[in-house]
């Protein structure tokens, strides 16, 4: 996942205050994960009013499916190469680069965190990875169309099989990760969609 750092929008004092809010959230998560928001801690290192912060917002999942959706719109697109082994494994990279970073990482945890206990924050997650996944199968659509892979080969779950292992060591197991562990995950996953374990063969 590549994240651009915070670029201002346009949009006047509202997109500015916007930012400010949301980047002091990503500080806060990074020092005290989801359940140690405070939104008048927040609003101070935001440096706007707490009233604005607590009116637009309303608590930390407010600004949790802010942040995601902000994050989401910050994604930065990806071009197809022509080489679908390089092409996973450079997904694999952002997948890796975005957990191992103690910003963004800190991040993403707070987010699955959150939409443990909280619908809204679910439906921002799923959109988030949906946007995410999105993005990278259509890779995987390429590489069927030039023969690569199986006709009828589900590109998302191509993409999923990627990012599961890397997502469990770090969030579930609490293993390390490194470019060898992302490198086993592309070589696992792609043997398994040439395979056709990713195809639906019914019909």
Not at 40 to 48: E, L, P, T
Not at 156 to 178: K, Q
């Amino acid at each position: 996942m590549d994240v651009s750092p915070g670029t201002l929008r346009p949009g006047g004092r509202t997109a500015r205050v916007r930012e400010a809010v949301l980047e002091a959230t990503q500080d806060a998560l990074g020092e005290h994960g989801f359940h140690g928001l405070n939104m008048d801690q927040i609003a101070d290192r935001a440096g706007v009013g707490k009233t604005t912060v607590y009116r637009r917002w309303g608590g930390p999942i407010g600004l949790i499916t802010d942040l995601m959706t902000d994050l989401a719109d910050r994604s930065v697109a990806h071009a197809d190469t022509g080489d679908l082994e390089a092409d996973l494994l450079e997904n694999a990279t952002s997948v890796l680069d975005a957990l191992t970073d103690p910003r963004l990482g800190a991040t993403l945890q707070a987010m699955i965190a959150a939409a443990t206990c909280d619908n809204a924050a679910a439906t921002a997650l799923h959109q988030f990875y949906a946007r995410r996944i999105g993005e990278w199968a259509r890779r995987i659509d390429l590489a069927v169309h030039r023969g690569e892979l199986p006709a009828g080969t589900d590109s998302a779950d191509v993409i999923r099989a990627i990012s599961a292992p890397l997502y469990y060591r770090t969030v579930v197991s609490r293993e390390p990760v490194d470019a060898r562990t992302a490198a086993r995950a592309v070589a696992v996953a792609l043997a398994a969609a040439r395979a056709g374990a990713f195809a639906d063969n019914r019909g």
